[in-house]
């Protein structure tokens, strides 16, 4: 046996119940702590999956494994732990959590430094919501007396305790008879005299599982205040009451989740009723999921083989959200299915292709700028008129209508709602007031739409960063019909001649609108930096660019695929906001090497296919071009690799493909895929 083993110095006890599945990354956070004197002691509460082959990757590591013969608990299953510790300190890790690097080595050094009385620590966590993404960040206070957690334990001690040995010989252990709450009820004891120090930083991610029954939280609730009732009074009645409220709140969200709303509004009743003065968070978190009961209630699991779609976006112009509901709208229609698309703002450059391609589109007259009544009601008859099984909204300023909308409408127990995002990182500073209050609207209502459907990994982050907390959180990649972007030496010929470059020149180019998010500067101060290079742009208000030698400003075009073929290598300069660039696959799709700044999804969309660099650093982006400029082969390699990429991994059927099987079975695509557009 390793010296480490028979003389460690810290126990790491992890419980496990069937999470053979799951048990492999908790071990492998323990493994990078790098820390050399450790025991792990897993203890097995009487699992009937494989977990010897969930530890079958881990012999290199000191692990020791005891067995319960039948189901005991968590509070069992430490307890057997513990007492098999042989380290001066434990450490408690549950099977489904993860230590962040560094934990062990930040606690031990604060518990041995003598800077505080504690003999136990906790430390900060990242809560991780697996079925949306969703994270939060949590740094609890410290507690030199049992009265702060009388309104709730928010210290997460399973995964973030560390403590002295002789402090559970001082103690006591866990509670075996309480299935739930068992390291609240231990903390509760421990607070009479001791004290707890937090190390102010997350150290650990707990992961969130499906929450335990109604039946057993009621339970191990009126166990908890029975077991701590009389020495809580004692000391005040104002303690006990506060301590009852915090059970009745437990009682409450539980019975949520299990969709028992009558119960947990009457939990819920008699919490505010034993200690009302709880702070605003408290009530705007009640308030919201009170507003939520009849979402939840009301959207029926099944759907037709063939469910009436509506997709509302704000305009039909020439964006690259506009061009993917038009693709998808399109496909699905040539598959047989009727799609609605309702757009807020009339015409656009893409109303006349979906027309014509037979689609169904309907206008509710709003101006630009001037939110009103008369098109929100428009779009409540529409509602009600077309009966939607699901109502897919496309950018907020429809996410924002179309939920208000399908309030109004009275269809919300009929109707799924699912918003759209496609877009990551904006400044917002950088546009008006009326998006900055749409966004943050947008945020605060989030939990009521029935799932979120982003574009890009990188715009569902953002999002979750600023607020966003919704039931699903999912990706979709964009996806193109590669085939339509074919390129030819005739066609560069083609456009090269329209746009009176010559054949042999070597031609840069972006298609992007004139906005602060595209950063053009950024390429223009690249472009003073090379020789013998044109530039290409096209996009609405590029005319206005400043006139530099070898610049050809377009302005708003609708022939891009034309203007791809001139170029031999693509750029993307944005400086923020990106979700997934329809203008990278399309030169891509081209064959065309492409250099991007480090924004959005890029990275994921470019792959070894082209160049990334970071965003606001024209030096960076004169070198990456120098450098294509120099090597033909190197371009003509990326090229073609690019376009199978593009083939392969972001193709329009691909895309249509995950939307149907997401509105088949939201849940399950959440959570049963591992493709990155599944989120």
Request: hydrophobic fraction near 40%; glycine fraction near 8%.
């Amino acid at each position: 046996m390793p010296e480490a083993q028979q003389n460690p110095l810290i126990s790491v006890i992890i419980p496990v119940y069937n999470r053979a599945h799951e048990i492999g990354r908790a071990l492998e956070s323990v493994r990078v702590q790098a820390y050399p004197n450790l025991e792990i002691i897993v203890v097995d509460d009487g699992s009937n999956d494989d977990l010897k082959g969930g530890l079958s990757h881990f012999r290199d590591m000191p692990i020791t494994l005891l067995h319960h013969e039948t189901r005991q608990g968590a509070g069992a299953a430490r307890n057997t732990g513990i007492r098999a510790a042989k380290g001066e300190y434990i450490a408690l890790l549950d099977s489904d959590d993860e230590w962040l690097p560094g934990k062990l080595d930040h606690q031990i050094t604060l518990l041995r430094s003598g800077k505080s009385d504690a003999r136990l620590l906790c430390s900060g966590y990242i809560l991780t919501w697996d079925e949306t993404g969703r994270q939060e960040s949590r740094i609890p206070q410290p507690c030199a007396t049992y009265r702060r957690l009388l309104m709730g334990c928010d210290l997460s001690p399973g995964s973030t305790l560390f403590a002295a040995r002789r402090v559970f010989d001082e103690y006591g252990l866990f509670d075996e008879t309480l299935e739930r709450l068992e390291d609240w009820d231990w903390l509760l004891r421990y607070l009479k005299t001791g004290q707890v120090s937090v190390v102010p930083e997350p150290l650990v991610r707990i992961h969130l599982s499906p929450r335990p029954p109604l039946d057993m939280v009621q339970d191990s609730t009126r166990r908890l205040f029975r077991k701590h009732r009389a020495w809580i009074m004692q000391n005040s009645i104002v303690d006990s009451l506060k301590f009852l409220s915090s059970l009745l709140v437990e009682g409450s969200a539980s019975a949520f989740y299990e969709r028992k709303y009558f119960r947990a509004m009457w939990f819920l009743s008699r919490a505010v009723v034993a200690w009302p003065f709880r702070n605003l968070a408290f009530y705007n978190n009640a308030i919201r999921r009170m507003a939520l009961i009849p979402s939840a209630k009301a959207v029926s699991t099944s759907l037709s083989e063939r469910p009436r779609i509506m997709h509302v976006i704000t305009g039909l112009d020439t964006g690259g959200a506009e061009k993917m509901l038009t693709d998808l709208a399109i496909a699905n229609h040539h598959a047989g299915e009727s799609p609605l698309l309702v757009s807020l703002l009339p015409g656009g450059a893409r109303h006349d292709n979906l027309v014509k391609a037979g689609v169904q589109v309907k206008e509710v007259g709003l101006v630009r700028g001037r939110p009103g009544l008369r098109g929100l009601f428009r779009l409540v008859d529409l509602i009600r008129v077309e009966k939607p099984d699901i109502i897919q909204s496309w950018m907020y300023h429809a996410d924002l209508y179309s939920l208000i909308a399908l309030m109004v409408s009275g269809r919300r127990r009929q109707t799924r709602l699912y918003w759209g995002i496609r877009c990551s990182n904006m400044d917002t500073a950088q546009y008006g007031l009326t998006l900055r209050v749409v966004i943050r609207v947008c945020a605060w209502l989030s939990f009521l739409p029935d799932g979120i459907v982003a574009n890009s990994m990188e715009g569902r982050s953002w999002h979750l960063r600023i607020g966003y907390k919704p039931k699903l959180f999912t990706v979709i990649d964009n996806g193109l019909n590669v085939s339509l972007y074919q390129a030819t030496l005739s066609l560069r010929h083609e456009a090269r001649a329209e746009l009176g470059i010559d054949r042999d020149a070597f031609v840069i180019g972006a298609l992007a609108r004139n906005d602060p998010m595209k950063d053009y500067p950024n390429l223009l101060a690249a472009l003073e930096k090379l020789d013998g290079v044109v530039c290409i742009v096209a996009g609405r208000g590029t005319k206005k660019l400043p006139k530099k030698p070898g610049l050809i400003c377009l302005g708003e075009r609708q022939d891009a695929l034309r203007i791809l073929h001139a170029m031999d290598v693509f750029i993307s300069a944005s400086a923020y906001g990106e979700g997934f660039s329809n203008a990278i696959a399309e030169a891509m799709s081209c064959e065309l090497p492409v250099i991007a700044t480090n924004v959005g999804d890029s990275s994921r969309i470019v792959g070894d296919c082209g160049i990334i660099v970071r965003q606001k650093n024209s030096n960076a982006l004169a070198e990456a071009i120098k450098k294509l400029q120099r090597d033909p082969a190197l371009r003509h390699d990326l090229g073609r690799r690019s376009r199978q990429r593009i083939t392969e991994e972001f193709s329009l059927q691909r895309m249509v493909s995950a939307y149907k099987d997401f509105y088949h079975d939201p849940q399950f695509f959440v959570g049963g895929r591992e493709s990155p557009r599944a989120g």
